[in-house]
């Protein structure tokens, strides 16, 4: 049970660095394009916002209470808002910076733009595993819970 915990805290701290990078690297798109309409930005505010929430989300659950890993829904939630996030992000590029997972030139420097887009579609890719495997790990958990509270007992039978 304390492994599961202690994977469960390492997860946390995957979505939090994930969900920062992301939220770093659209946040300054955001700020250089803030001239433009705000409907041909749809994809990268939902991106913003969902790595926002995350982030919150990630920093509430850090700490490995029972409680925590009995919002798996939510974990599910969130990692499929993840997949939508990517699958954004990989249309509106459309194969202009090369093959989706050939991450090879994921950067953060300041003149790659391609670099950029390549590293929020990775960390986006990775942070929606790492919610998926938290949701997984929850619901594991709580099945392991049941079975456990609800063993039916036989007390007229046993012998004293």
């Not at 982030?55 to 939508?84: N, R, Y």
């Not at 929020?120 to 595993?129: D, E, G, R, T």
Request: charged share 15%; hydrophobic share 50%.
């Amino acid at each position: 049970m304390i492994l599961m915990d202690i994977f469960s805290m390492i997860l946390r701290l995957a979505e939090l660095a994930f969900g920062a990078i992301v939220a770093g690297i659209n946040g300054r798109y955001l700020h250089d394009v803030h001239h433009t309409s705000s409907w041909d930005q749809g994809r990268f505010i939902y991106t913003e916002v969902i790595a926002a929430l995350a982030i919150f989300l990630s920093i509430v659950w850090l700490f490995p209470f029972a409680g925590s890993f009995t919002h798996w829904p939510i974990d599910i939630i969130i990692s499929l808002c993840w997949f939508a996030a990517f699958g954004l992000l990989v249309n509106y590029l459309h194969g202009t910076c090369g093959s989706v997972f050939d991450w090879g030139n994921v950067s953060f420097r300041h003149g790659d733009q391609c670099g950029k887009w390549k590293a929020v579609i990775a960390f986006s890719f990775l942070s929606a595993i790492c919610w998926l495997v938290s949701a997984i790990i929850g619901l594991l958990w709580v099945r392991e819970k049941q079975t456990r509270a609800y063993r039916r007992r036989t007390w007229y039978r046993t012998r004293v």
